[in-house]
């Protein structure tokens, strides 16, 4: 569909543009144009249904991901926890895995990630970011939405669907976690949208944003080369600069300068428009830090710099993850 049609069909009523959030890979369509056939090794997709993941690849770290002698050490798949949580809808099935902690950072032992993915393929594509998470000392709960991986059905989910799954794994998190008061909401890109919706819905200790998605009117400038306010297309339910005004805990917000889906200036509106008070908030602008995995997104442009802006914010607003006082 041409950027000329879009506007049209969008006024017809017809259509929403929702469903330019998503750009799932699922299971049942994985083979050689998702795996053996692309250029880089950061955009495969190569595990079928019936093929568990590997939790232990042995990556081609990009240079400046790590520095000599720092590694990334693999996860036991035998540690990992997987679930199937029917959907309360009785439409679909989430895909969900917790990873446990190594115990080797004594800070982080029992806080637990809650890590809402990007728009991008599925577990396969952000198994780097679960690892880096892992090696910082974190325990991870990871799931990924309907269409992606092996959550079902095969399609995406619509917009109340999405919620209603978001706010489902929330609840869910704090019955596997071992501590269910240090919980870390953590959003990635277009996960900024369940992510917001969880922490509006049990907030955890903190929230935070990685690159994280701002509203639909960006998706639009970007994708269809239109400017709609981004009520017209999803009721407001994903738009994250007004729904931030209902969180008022931790926050950690992180953008990179050249970022090329979403601009300092909006993820800058976004972290100040959130309700806690200035001394609970903390943002963090890399200069020359992309946004995903393939263009060296925030960790992958240094993974030291990453973990430090981490231990600055949970020894600061975030402290009460680690048993701070409040």
Same mark, same amino acid.
């Given at each position: 569909?041409?950027?000329?049609?879009?506007?049209?069909?969008?006024?017809?009523?017809?259509?929403?543009?929702?469903?330019?959030?998503?750009?799932?890979?699922?299971?049942?369509?994985?083979?050689?144009?998702?795996?053996?056939?692309?250029?880089?090794?950061?955009?495969?997709?190569?595990?079928?249904?019936?093929?568990?993941?590997?939790?232990?690849?042995?990556?081609?770290?990009?240079?400046?991901?790590?520095?000599?002698?720092?590694?990334?050490?693999?996860?036991?798949?035998?540690?990992?926890?997987?679930?199937?949580?029917?959907?309360?809808?009785?439409?679909?099935?989430?895909?969900?895995?917790?990873?446990?902690?190594?115990?080797?950072?004594?800070?982080?032992?029992?806080?637990?990630?809650?890590?809402?993915?990007?728009?991008?393929?599925?577990?396969?594509?952000?198994?780097?970011?679960?690892?880096?998470?892992?090696?910082?000392?974190?325990?991870?709960?990871?799931?990924?939405?309907?269409?992606?991986?092996?959550?079902?059905?095969?399609?995406?989910?619509?917009?109340?669907?999405?919620? *209603? @799954?978001?706010? $489902?794994?929330?609840?869910?998190?704090?019955?596997?976690?071992?501590? %269910? &008061?240090?919980?870390?909401?953590? !959003?990635?890109?277009?996960?900024?949208?369940?992510?917001?919706?969880?922490?509006?819905?049990?907030?955890?200790?903190?929230?935070?944003?990685?690159?994280?998605?701002?509203?639909?009117?960006?998706?639009?400038?970007?994708?269809?080369?239109?400017?709609?306010?981004?009520?017209?297309?999803?009721?407001?339910?994903?738009?994250?600069?007004?729904?931030?005004?209902?969180?008022?805990?931790?926050?950690?917000?992180?953008?990179?300068?050249?970022?090329?889906?979403?601009?300092?200036?909006?993820?800058?509106?976004?972290?100040?428009?959130?309700?806690?008070? *200035? @001394?609970?908030? $903390?943002?963090?602008?890399?200069?020359?830090?992309?946004?995903?995995? %393939? &263009?060296?997104?925030?960790?992958? !442009?240094?993974?030291?710099?990453?973990?430090?802006?981490?231990?600055?914010?949970?020894?600061?607003?975030?402290?009460?993850?680690?048993?701070?006082?409040?």
């Amino acid at each position: 569909m041409s950027p000329l049609v879009i506007p049209l069909v969008l006024l017809s009523g017809c259509v929403s543009l929702d469903t330019f959030v998503h750009n799932p890979v699922h299971c049942s369509s994985v083979g050689p144009e998702t795996c053996e056939d692309k250029d880089s090794d950061w955009d495969r997709v190569c595990t079928p249904c019936e093929e568990d993941y590997a939790w232990d690849v042995e990556y081609p770290w990009m240079p400046r991901t790590l520095e000599d002698g720092q590694t990334v050490r693999p996860i036991d798949a035998a540690t990992v926890t997987n679930a199937l949580l029917p959907t309360e809808d009785g439409e679909g099935e989430l895909d969900v895995y917790f990873v446990p902690a190594h115990g080797e950072n004594p800070a982080y032992a029992d806080v637990t990630v809650l890590y809402s993915h990007g728009n991008y393929a599925n577990l396969d594509h952000y198994m780097p970011r679960v690892r880096y998470l892992h090696e910082a000392g974190f325990s991870v709960l990871y799931w990924d939405y309907r269409g992606y991986g092996k959550s079902q059905p095969a399609s995406a989910p619509g917009a109340e669907q999405w919620l *209603a @799954d978001a706010r $489902q794994v929330r609840d869910y998190a704090d019955t596997v976690v071992p501590d %269910a &008061d240090a919980v870390v909401i953590y !959003a990635n890109s277009v996960g900024g949208i369940p992510a917001v919706e969880q922490a509006l819905h049990s907030p955890g200790c903190a929230l935070v944003l990685e690159a994280p998605f701002t509203g639909l009117e960006s998706i639009t400038r970007d994708n269809a080369g239109v400017s709609l306010p981004g009520s017209f297309l999803s009721m407001g339910l994903f738009e994250n600069t007004e729904k931030i005004k209902g969180y008022e805990g931790p926050l950690l917000s992180m953008i990179g300068t050249i970022d090329v889906k979403f601009t300092v200036e909006e993820v800058t509106l976004v972290h100040d428009n959130a309700g806690g008070s *200035a @001394d609970q908030k $903390q943002l963090w602008v890399p200069e020359g830090v992309g946004h995903g995995i %393939a &263009d060296e997104g925030i960790p992958e !442009a240094g993974l030291t710099a990453y973990f430090e802006e981490l231990e600055t914010f949970f020894a600061g607003p975030g402290a009460t993850c680690i048993g701070g006082v409040e």
